[in-house]
T-cell receptor, first 114, second 113 residues
Framework: DVKVTQSSRYLVKRTGEKVFLECVQD?????MFWYRQDPGLGLRLIYF???????EKGDIPEGYSVSREKKERFSLILESASTNQTSMYLC?????????????FGDGTRLSIL | DQQVKQNSPSLSVQEGRISILNCDYT??????FLWYKKYPAEGPTFLIS?????DKNEDGRFTVFLNKSAKHLSLHIVPSQPGDSAVYFC????????????FGTGTRLTIIP
């Protein structure tokens, strides 16, 4: 079974802090994704990566950056946290570009910015 | 600009009856569609998918129907069980290309015992 692990289930940070959200997958998947989920808005893609050191912007990349130094790990960085980044953050992974394999999700990190 | 729409935020269905969840899309480049189920405090789990070369796909109690001309898909759950109570998201992507998925806003399904 695919396991996508997000380092924290709940996180509370202050405005202006630099925040790191970590995600690790154990299935040697090439693709990794970061989404945020907000009520009434569904899941929105922030960034994704289809290989080590590669990244692509999603629909809402502003205020975020990502890092993928190893295949199994994909980090989301809030450079200077703001209250409108309070949200549920979900990491996902999937096999191979162009294969249309379903994405597998972690259990999410609920981030509150005070 | 919501390219994938789930117009019913919530749905209540009696246990044992059929649950029908609907999803509409606007982007004609979408060719692959998925349904995910999400319980509170858990990540979404993949349920079933369909590509545009089919109009129906079944997996046990779950069937997805695709009407490409109407840009509409639906998920049927028969018979509905209490464990089906969850939020359901539909998602879409181009058949070939990257795997960027566009999600709908979700429908909360409640199964009444």
């Amino acid at each position: 079974d695919v396991k996508v692990t997000q380092s924290s289930r709940y996180l509370v940070k202050r405005t202006g802090e630099k925040v790191f959200l970590e995600c690790v997958q154990d299935m040697d998947h090439e693709n990794m994704f970061w989404y945020r989920q907000d009520p009434g808005l569904g899941l929105r893609l922030i960034y994704f990566s289809y290989d080590v050191k590669m990244k692509e912007k999603g629909d809402i990349p502003e205020g975020y950056s990502v890092s993928r130094e190893k295949k199994e790990r994909f980090s989301l960085i809030l450079e200077s946290a703001s209250t409108n980044q309070t949200s549920m953050y979900l990491c996902a992974s999937s096999l191979l570009l162009y294969s249309n394999q379903p994405q597998h999700f972690g259990d999410g990190t609920r981030l509150s910015i005070l | 600009d919501q390219q994938v729409k789930q117009n019913s935020p919530s749905l209540s269905v009696q246990e044992g009856r059929i649950s029908i969840l609907n999803c509409d899309y606007t982007n004609s480049m979408f060719d692959y569609f998925l349904w995910y189920k999400k319980y509170p405090a858990e990540g979404p789990t993949f349920l079933i998918s369909i590509s545009s070369i089919k109009d129906k796909n079944e997996d046990g109690r779950f069937t997805v129907f695709l009407n490409k001309s109407a840009k509409h898909l639906s998920l049927h759950i028969v018979p509905s069980q209490p464990g089906d109570s969850a939020v359901y998201f539909c998602a879409a992507s181009p058949l070939f290309g990257n795997e960027k998925l566009t999600f709908g806003t979700g429908t909360r399904l409640t199964i009444i015992p």
